[in-house]
């Protein structure tokens, strides 16, 4: 069951990409935003009240226990590592095809395995290492890639956010692990619920700030803002993977580095919309970058479960 639901959490990642997609192109980024915030905290805050209030009982799959402000602080540490990954994933996801933005964001999981490694004195064994190495070759290929349309990823800022992002995106998954681990095994054991549920309130009041004092006051200048009906979706499709995904984790037998790796394979689906809908260019080398990326991570799911 709990691998059935990161395949489905895996579907959702990848329509919540294509739904920025659509929403950021000649759009303004930080309305967008700061909507996909404000929206993603407005489903959860109602669940936080009925749970305050003892209207959802404690043993429901929606239960939201309140932490203590000690847990509030990490919690807040959390917000602006997701955040500051949002912000420089929404800018480049703008200026990128979501074909060459999509496998890039795939590598995630080997920066989160190169990170337990020198953070938490992780060993990797031949296959997690053989993974760890396609994944770089993929990048190598990607940028072959992006140069036929004129992408230089030595050159290309938006290419650096994207990594960026990509890397803060790493750091926030083995933020995580210190979060919702068990304290007897050195982590803080902050219920999986509720984390989800205050890093997006959170999130939503420091985008609100950002709005107010970077983009509001020039908001007549350079791209402005369009109202489209993607930009709900991002918010229910992120929603709704990260809810599949910690439901997931609940399973006795449920591991974390399987669902993981599942969860990257939204590639598949975001490059199949970037192909259908926004008609992108150079499918036929890029189809061999996506799957260079998923036998990396079929590599680092073996090396993982042996």
Known sequence: MWLTLAFISALLLGLYDACKKHSLRENAVIPILFLNTLFCALIFVPVIIL???????????????????????????????????????????KQLPLTTAGPINATRPVMTLVGALLI????????QWAGVIIAIVSVFFMSRSGRKE???????????????????????????????????????????????????????VMM?????????????EGTVFRWRHSIVFISIFLTAADFVYFY?????????????????GS??????????????KNLKSKSFDVALVLIGLACLWIGTTR
């Open 51 to 93: 749970s305050a209030t003892g209207t959802i009982p404690a043993e429901s799959h929606y239960y939201i226990p309140s932490p203590d402000w000690d847990d509030h602080k990490y919690i807040l540490i959390k917000s602006a590592l997701v955040l500051s990954s949002w912000i420089l994933g929404y800018y480049a996801l």
């Open 150 to 204: 004129g992408i230089s990823f030595s050159h290309n800022r938006w290419i650096y956010f994207l990594f960026a992002a990509a890397a803060l995106g790493a750091a926030s998954g083995l933020y995580d692990k210190h979060l919702m681990s068990p304290t007897a095994t050195g982590g803080l054991g902050i219920n999986k619920m509720a984390v989800q549920s205050w890093y997006n309130v959170y999130q939503a």
């Open 208 to 220: 609100g700030i950002v709005l107010l004092v970077v983009w509001w006051p020039k908001r007549k």
């Open 248 to 264: 997931a984790l609940t399973f006795p037998d449920a591991m974390i580095s399987v669902v993981s790796m599942v969860r990257r």
């Open 120 to 127: 938490f004195g992780e060993s990797l064994n031949g296959w």
């Open 267 to 280: 590639v598949v689906i975001s490059f199949l919309c970037g192909a259908m809908f926004f008609r992108e």
